[in-house]
């Protein structure tokens, strides 16, 4: 195994490996947990280094869809899927082909695997699996307004507790990427009286977002580091790591994109340097609340009232971990609480 990885691979429920070459798909569904219920997820596509990283990544993300959804009080299980992006899908039709390949292979879990739309994959290649016979979410509606929403909600929660601060009036906020949920959470965080700066690979992109939002470009280099109040991560995964860790100026850190701390020490270190982080998977569920609330047709208030409590949960988190204490601590003990219950 030429793939070095610190996530036990012999800890997921089930890892389906899909290849079928007549339609270039190389493809993996890892299903962490299911005590919960089905296995909701995302489908990613992109390159992968050899056939183990691309296994490690849906295993890695599979548990902290898990996480996730017990934190998030729903009635799924972990699971995520990706597609090795190799190139061969070129065209549409191509693409078309891939998609009702591992279409089939989504069907063939009868239900235990339900997908939805990740980084690279769009709601159209969602209506493709849909369309051999298995259960997707997301195939209509793009849930980022509702992670957005969420996110804002931790960072609210986040400010109150831990900054002391009742609003963010004043406080300066770093967003790293201002795509879907990112320029959203500028706009609200900024109607809230943030000043902000936002930071993106596409530049035309961050410089209409600041000027929206009253707000200045960071260079994507520097926004991690810049000096403000709080950080937030909306662009890739695992931008936190050991040597960025001594570079930071802010005292919190709540944001969108998954998997945003690079190895689990990294929590510990961030707190030596007084720094607190609030779990992605707690901060960013207003999105998989929101496919939920589609599938089983909630009010429009009942689904607000569920992204809302996020911010209840980050505060609950807070109390819980005390003065100084790891929020991801808590979090961890509050889902594996809900999976031991589930399984009583
Ligand atoms: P998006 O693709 O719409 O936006 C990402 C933005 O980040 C783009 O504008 C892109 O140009 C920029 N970007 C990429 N690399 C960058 C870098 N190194 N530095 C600065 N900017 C960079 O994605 P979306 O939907 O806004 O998601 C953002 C993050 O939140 C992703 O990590 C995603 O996995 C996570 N997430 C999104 C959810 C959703 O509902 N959209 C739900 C849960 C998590």
């Excluded at 548990?63 to 729903?74: C, G, Q, V």
């Amino acid at each position: 195994m030429t793939h070095e990885s610190r996530f036990d691979p012999w800890t997921s429920h089930q890892v389906i490996t899909i290849s079928d070459e007549s339609v270039g798909l190389r493809a993996v569904i890892a299903l962490d947990d299911l005590r919960l219920g089905p296995g909701f997820g995302g489908v990613r596509m992109r390159p992968y280094s050899d056939a183990y990283a691309a296994i490690d990544e849906a295993q890695r993300l599979a548990r902290a869809m898990t996480f996730k959804h017990a934190l998030a009080e729903l009635p799924y299980g972990g699971a995520k899927s990706v597609i090795v992006d190799d190139g061969r899908a070129r065209d549409a039709d191509a693409r078309r082909a891939l998609f009702e390949r591992f279409g089939d292979a989504v069907a063939a879990t009868g239900g235990r695997y339900i997908p939805g739309v990740d980084m690279f994959t769009t709601l159209a290649d969602m209506a493709v699996i849909r369309s051999r016979g298995a259960t997707v979410y997301c195939a209509d509606a793009d849930p980022s307004p509702w992670t957005a929403r969420g996110v804002f909600a931790a960072m609210k929660a986040g400010a109150a507790g831990v900054l002391q601060a009742s609003s963010l009036d004043g406080l300066v906020v770093a967003v790293q990427g201002v795509g879907s949920v990112g320029a959203d959470l500028a706009r609200l965080a900024a109607a809230d009286g943030a000043r902000l700066v936002v930071a993106d690979i596409d530049p035309q992109r961050a410089a209409t977002v600041a000027e929206e939002v009253g707000g200045s470009v960071a260079s994507v280099e520097q926004v991690a580091t810049t000096a403000c109040d709080i950080f937030a991560p909306c662009a890739v995964a695992r931008v936190i790591t050991p040597s960025v860790i001594p570079a930071l100026s802010c005292r919190l850190i709540v944001g969108a994109a998954n998997d945003t701390l690079d190895s689990p020490e990294c929590d510990e270190l961030l707190r030596e340097r007084g720094i607190t982080f609030v779990p992605d998977y707690v901060a960013n569920a207003g999105g998989v609340i929101h496919e939920h609330a589609r599938a089983l047709a909630w009010a429009q208030a009942d689904l607000e009232r569920a992204v809302e409590a996020i911010g209840r949960r980050v505060t609950g988190l807070i109390e819980e971990a005390g003065p100084g204490g790891s929020l991801v601590g808590a979090a961890l003990e509050r889902g594996r609480r809900r999976l031991r219950a589930a399984h009583d």
